[in-house]
């Protein structure tokens, strides 16, 4: 059962029945489905598979193929001792698996599947593994037209600068690039439909604010527990599954990955994100290309966002962390040593969980713009997204998300995360104002500012929310169509 990923599995379909070999690369972050969902696409159609392992030297990945290849019938080969030899060698067993259709009861028109998983981990370093597959895929491969490469990586900026944007021989080769991203909050509740995890939809938002959309975090929820005993026993348990997760899962993407991790930690102090001298001041160190490196690896992998204030230029782009897990993380680890496995359900019911969760709720907006803009019927419109800092008779002005549309209108939104429906008091109301007017006065008379409430469960009518132009709630998140 595949949930979700309809676009993923069209892509995939049509290269089974297309009239050429296909090489298809398919990347995103670590635990989001990626291998699952080749697996439970292809079955029993795929003729090979072999994936790299984490810290194996170019050795140990060798053997592995060796051993998956033998597993698979190719016998009579002898063990290859480098890239070049291996795949020579599955050349030789496909090849002779397609010279007996009538045996294997292949039809003509059904193509073979290779499956090569983890890449960046096969790939070692100095292993000439890149060199052997360019050569595999451009001497032979593409020149049939019954194979189907599918290449995967976890690694998401190795993928995209080693394979996507190859300047050797795999430039252009690449016939389709499927990135899969977390799910939506409409994905995760055919998810938890489907498990048979009884989750309300506020419940699921509450979840993706601690892991996101991601399945592997998911599939660790148990139906006869209630949302905050799972978040205990997953997180804060003396043996949850998830309480070194954060440290494995950066140290299994990137070398030097303690680097990394600082720049995480110095990105979850500031919610609304820091520039790239901010970053240098936080983690003291000098300007460098190590840097440039590390967030763009981050990004790639969609652990942050780069993006821009209103009327900011390019070189004023602000850096955010949106992985909801890595936020959650470096929130919350050190009450693991203070609590004895309970701590969120006591948490759940405080001031403190409020403000947090209404600080989340922002992130799950970005994740679901696409959500927001069908609800708001602009879907066919062109729209930037921003955020704006300003001040307003001495006020220092916060707005953090901004809908740009290319019909001359700007939504301004208010994100607001309640257990019922929202009320806007007069100093809401009032707060509310002065940002729409110190923005107006910012852009000047080239575009018409509207408010736009996104909610959970809609506002209470009354005087003030009358003066709310266009509203969004929870439910909208849901909806496909």
């Known amino acids: 059962m595949i949930i979700g990923r309809k676009r993923e599995q069209e892509i995939l379909q049509n290269c089974l ?9 398919l990347y995103g972050r670590r635990r989001v489905g990626k291998t699952y969902l080749v697996r439970e696409f292809f079955k029993d159609k795929l003729t090979f598979y072999s994936t790299g392992v984490l810290g194996g ?50 039809n003509n028109n059904e193509k073979t599947i290779i499956f090569l998983d983890e890449l960046p981990w096969m790939a070692t370093r100095n292993s000439d593994f890149i060199p052997a597959l360019d050569y595999f895929w451009n001497r032979w491969a ?15 900026s190795w993928m995209t600068d080693k394979i996507i944007n190859n300047k ?5 080769r690449m016939t389709q690039s499927i990135l899969i991203k977390p799910f939506t909050l409409c994905e995760c509740e055919d998810y938890y439909k489907h498990h048979l995890i009884p989750l309300t939809r506020y419940q699921m938002a509450e979840a993706y604010m601690v892991f996101g959309g991601i399945p592997y ?9 209630s949302l905050y005993q799972n978040i205990d026993n997953i997180y804060f348990a003396s043996d949850a599954k998830l309480q070194n997760e954060f440290d494995n899962l950066f140290k299994s993407l990137y070398p030097n990955a303690e680097h990394y991790i600082d720049v995480i930690e110095a990105l ?20 460098g290309g190590g840097l440039t490196r590390i967030l763009k690896d981050l990004e790639a992998s969609g652990f942050i966002r780069k993006y821009k204030s209103y009327g900011q230029k390019k070189r004023d782009s602000l850096y955010q962390l949106v992985d909801f897990f890595s936020m959650f993380d470096v929130r919350f680890r050190d009450k693991r040593e203070d609590y004895s496995g309970d ?18 709720f922002e992130k799950v907006c970005l994740y679901h713009i696409t959500e927001i803009r069908r609800k708001l019927s602009i879907l066919g419109v062109m729209t930037a997204i921003y955020a704006w800092r300003g001040k307003h008779e001495n006020n220092g002005v916060q707005i953090d998300l901004i809908l740009d549309r290319n019909d001359n209108i700007v939504n301004v939104c208010e994100m607001k995360f309640s257990s019922g ?46 003066e709310i132009t266009s509203q969004v709630t929870l439910d909208d998140f849901f909806n496909l169509i």
């Open 168 to 172: 050797g021989g795999l430039h252009n």
């Open 142 to 156: 593409s020149s049939r037209k019954d194979i189907v490469l599918i290449v995967c990586g976890s690694a998401t």
């Open 268 to 287: 979850a102090q500031k919610g609304i994100g820091l520039s790239r001298s901010d970053i240098l001041s936080a983690l003291k160190i000098s300007d």
């Open 421 to 466: 429906q929202y009320t806007i008091d007069k100093k809401n109301s009032n707060a509310i104002r002065n940002k729409q007017v110190a923005f107006a006065d910012f852009i000047g008379a080239k575009k018409s500012v509207q408010t736009t409430m996104i909610t959970t469960f809609g506002l209470k009518p009354n005087i003030y929310s009358a």
């Open 17 to 25: 029945v297309s009239d050429k070999s296909e090489f298809i690369v």
């Open 217 to 225: 975090y998911m599939s660790l929820f148990e139906s006869k527990y």
């Open 343 to 360: 701590f969120w359900l006591s948490f759940s019911s405080t001031v403190a969980y409020s403000v947090w969760s209404g600080i989340c």
């Open 57 to 106: 030297n170019r050795e140990t990945q060798i053997r592995i193929w060796n051993n998956e290849l033998s597993g698979v019938g190719g016998l009579s080969y002898s063990y290859a001792n480098n890239w070049l030899d291996a795949f020579w060698n599955l050349r030789m067993f496909i090849e002779e698996k397609l010279s007996d259709k009538n045996h294997y009861n292949k």
